[in-house]
């Protein structure tokens, strides 16, 4: 016995598409800038923040492509649709960033003990270029960050270009002024320092969801608390919990009743009570919930309770 909800967001995915293609083109295009400008300069900044928009922009083309298959319907075959996508294209993207944040740390601490030249004048305009294309991608996102991994992936690929590209300023004036060409190399580092605790946190919750674990901020234990203090349920096992994608979790459980609810059509108001405390008492709202109602005869029969 189950919960059935229609949940459709139609336009939040079609607005989500609508912005990933506006910033990967703008991301896409600063990055093709920003190439040329370290050539120019010899910047490991600028290259870095290159290397940094290259897999941005490739991370932002898998999102685009998750955030169009997000839009197919649910079929016989794929009951929940393709809305993991969104989830597999975001763990993608924190994992190509992972590893440009380790290029660029171990790129700039070779450069700090072996400083190249490096054109500060012409850097610094590359680094404005770079943040106003960020700023502008920053403007698009900011609406639709909250949707899903998706989009909170790509909104922290740009912010992490826009720090980059301040940093890549501030070294720029640093090296235009004083000739310190190793803030180049301290700059790098910096980025990658900007680069590689955020990947880590979204590959942390993205492999959450991967794995089934239960969603964070909801504890299974004060569920099962809360379904054992309902009138006439007897027991609860089986509880899962776990997220199909950003927004969506669901649950399922066995639930033991007294025998007579599966004779006197009570078991019906148990299962409309059990569906509206686990989408309305706890902070992550479940409306998607299986529950099986069992008799207490049925508790012999169980063969892996949990």
């Known amino acids: 016995?189950?919960?059935?909800?229609?949940?459709?967001?139609?336009?939040?995915?079609?607005?989500?598409?609508?912005?990933?293609?506006?910033?990967?083109?703008?991301?896409?295009?600063?990055?093709?800038?920003?190439?040329?400008?370290?050539?120019?300069?010899?910047?490991?900044?600028?290259?870095?923040?290159?290397?940094?928009?290259?897999?941005?922009?490739?991370?932002?083309?898998?999102?685009?492509?998750?955030?169009?298959?997000?839009?197919?319907?649910?079929?016989?075959?794929?009951?929940?649709?393709?809305?993991?996508?969104?989830?597999?294209?975001?763990?993608?993207?924190?994992?190509?960033l992972l590893g440009v944040g380790g290029f660029v740390i171990v790129e700039g601490i070779r450069r700090l003990f072996e400083p190249p030249a490096v054109v500060g004048s012409t850097m610094l305009w590359f680094g404005i270029i770079g943040l106003a294309g960020n700023a502008i991608g920053l403007l698009v996102l900011a609406s639709g960050r909250h949707h899903n991994f998706n989009m909170k992936a790509a909104f922290l690929e740009v912010l992490n270009d826009a720090l980059g590209s301040v940093a890549v300023i501030a070294a720029a004036v640093i090296i235009a002024f004083t000739g310190w060409t190793r803030a180049d190399a301290v700059v790098s580092l910096l980025i990658g320092a900007l680069i590689i605790p955020r990947t880590l946190k979204l590959l942390r919750d993205t492999t959450d969801v991967l794995m089934e674990n239960v969603p964070r901020g909801l504890d299974l234990a004060k569920v099962r608390e809360h379904i054992l203090a309902l009138p006439h349920v007897i027991d609860v096992h089986d509880l899962h919990a776990s997220l199909v994608a950003s927004g969506t979790p669901v649950l399922s459980a066995h639930v033991t009743v007294k025998d007579k609810c599966m004779r006197d059509g009570h078991s019906a108001t148990i299962l409309a009570d059990l569906q509206r405390c686990v989408a309305e008492h706890f902070d992550v709202s479940i409306e998607h919930s299986t529950f099986q109602i069992e008799p207490a005869a049925h508790r012999d029969q169980e063969s892996l309770p949990h």
Do not use: C
Not at 8 to 20: I, V
Not at 75 to 86: D, H, N, S, V
Not at 87 to 96: D, E, T, W
């Open 1 to 96: 016995m189950g919960s059935g909800h229609d949940h459709t967001h139609g336009g939040d995915a079609a607005g989500n598409r609508g912005r990933l293609v506006v910033v990967f083109a703008i991301t896409f295009a600063v990055m093709v800038a920003e190439i040329v400008g370290a050539v120019l300069t010899g910047s490991l900044a600028l290259l870095a923040d290159a290397g940094h928009m290259f897999t941005d922009s490739a991370g932002l083309l898998i999102a685009l492509i998750a955030a169009s298959l997000a839009l197919k319907p649910a079929t016989l075959k794929r009951t929940w649709g393709y809305k993991r996508a969104e989830i597999v294209a975001a763990a993608g993207q924190a994992a190509l």
